[in-house]
């Protein structure tokens, strides 16, 4: 199966302004990423991105603004991959359960790719860190959390149509599942600095869900 390459929709051309409020993301989810949300300030970001108060509050009114267009950002992003990689899959392959272990094995070399690792999830960061988001903020997290819980489902629903499970499951439950092995992934392998290691856990994902589904007897 040919590699597939993630291709990036965010680094179209800009106008200066798009450019500039991109920075300033950009500055923010690695600082986030690497020490927290509540320990990243505003100074630091308009220090690195080389701009004043005034031109940073042009783009963000305050520091919520930012954790939500971080946050929306950050979805997007994930969104763009997913959809990438399982719409390649439904390119090379009209069974529903194939489709998807394609896909769990593209998006494993493309997490194998990255030269330092996966960066970190800002889903999780922000649910550690709830208490300092507004309402809005904790909801549009939520809700992530849910996209990806239909997302899933959706594709094991298709693969049920044609399958049975070797055991009693909850579809949901086994779609919760892949996100918790992502999310997990990314925790341990940060953890050990073991940058191969989310990607193993989506390998080994990808065997337990070959197991769990047999073709439904005639």
Known sequence: MEKLTITDTFGGPKRK???????ILEIASQSVLE??????????????????????FYHFSDKNELARAL???YIEQDDEILDQVFDRARELVDDPLHQLLAALKMLAE??????????????AVYCYQE?????????????????????FRAILDDIAG???????????????????????????SKAL???????????????FLKLLFVPKAN
């Open 35 to 56: 020490k927290g949300f509540g320990a990243t300030s505003i100074e630091e970001i308009i220090c690195e991105a080389g701009l004043t108060k005034s031109g940073f």
């Open 17 to 23: 302004g798009e450019r500039t409020r991109e920075r």
């Open 71 to 73: 946050l929306q950002r």
């Open 131 to 151: 208490r300092l988001f507004d309402k809005e903020v904790r909801d549009l997290n939520r809700h992530a959390v849910l996209a990806w819980r239909t997302r």
């Open 110 to 123: 493309v997490l194998e790719d990255l030269p330092n690792g996966h960066p970190g999830c800002i889903v």
């Open 162 to 188: 044609q399958y049975q499970t070797t055991e009693p499951v909850d579809l949901e439950q086994v779609a919760d599942m892949i996100s918790t092995v992502l999310e997990g992934g990314i925790v341990m």
């Open 193 to 207: 600095n073991e940058p191969r290691k989310l990607a193993d856990q989506v390998m080994l994902l990808r065997s």
